[in-house]
Antibody, heavy 118, light 114 residues
Framework: EVQLGESGGGLVQPGGSLRLSCAAS????????MSWVRQAPGKGLEWVSI???????YYADSVKGRFTISRDKSKNTLYLQMNSLRAEDTAVYYC????????????WGQGTLVTVSS | DIVMTQSPDSLAVSLGERATINCKSS????????????LAWYQQKPGQPPKLLIY???TRESGVPDRFSGSGSGTDFTLTISSLQAEDVAVYYC??????????FGGGTKVEIK
């Protein structure tokens, strides 16, 4: 069974850093396209970043230069390093798996809440 | 960027009646080389992550009830719930994957029981 489980969220001050993790089971993350998608409180879905199976990465303009997506094949875990956090980064962050080499998402984690506030 | 616009923002439908949600993209998401529309639909219930319902605009994900159907092509798409059930109360999102950076979602449509 495919499972994704995020961790690492919490309260951080503006300008601070946080690293989110997404542990995967039932499949190999390095063989799939993996993304982070966030949802601000009471708002819609916003794509944040993607890492392709070949390792190429892309980011939303809103996080480019501040966030870094990566993966650890040995741990089958996806990461999102978030630096220079802003209040507008407050959201639930979901990791999601792209289906069969495409960028629609057939499996999502339960999400981890990041709150940026002083 | 491809902008996805959903309508209405919310709708209330009686149990057993039809619910129709629209999604319009700012440019075509039909890929001519394979004649596929790069459009997906998700359902999100309160406190839960999104769940994939439909991809390629009209292909139902495994396990999704057949009362859910997707249609449309190019820039205009529709998600239809043919006979609304109580468990279908949720927010529904469309997403284009024609242009993958950035991937973009519609603003969501909240479906409630009348």
């Amino acid at each position: 069974e495919v499972q994704l489980g995020e961790s690492g969220g919490g309260l951080v001050q503006p300008g601070g850093s946080l690293r989110l993790s997404c542990a995967a089971s039932g499949f190999t993350i390095s063989s799939n396209y993996m993304s982070w998608v966030r949802q601000a409180p009471g708002k819609g879905l916003e794509w944040v970043s993607i890492i392709y199976s070949g390792g190429t990465t892309y980011y939303a303009d809103s996080v480019k230069g501040r966030f870094t997506i990566s993966r650890d094949k040995s741990k089958n875990t996806l990461y999102l390093q978030m630096n220079s956090l802003r209040a507008e980064d407050t959201a639930v962050y979901y990791c999601a798996r792209g289906q069969s080499g495409y960028t629609f998402f057939d499996n999502w984690g339960q999400g981890t809440l990041v709150t940026v506030s002083s | 960027d491809i902008v996805m616009t959903q309508s209405p923002d919310s709708l209330a439908v009686s149990l057993g009646e039809r619910a129709t949600i629209n999604c319009k993209s700012s440019q075509s998401v039909l890929y001519s080389s394979n004649n596929q529309n790069y459009l997906a639909w998700y359902q999100q219930k309160p406190g839960q992550p999104p769940k994939l319902l439909i991809y390629w605009a009209s292909t139902r994900e495994s396990g999704v009830p057949d009362r859910f159907s997707g249609s449309g092509s190019g820039t205009d798409f529709t998600l239809t719930i043919s006979s609304l059930q109580a468990e279908d109360v949720a927010v529904y999102y469309c997403q284009q994957y024609y242009s993958t950076h950035p991937l973009t979602f519609g603003g969501g449509t909240k479906v409630e029981i009348k």
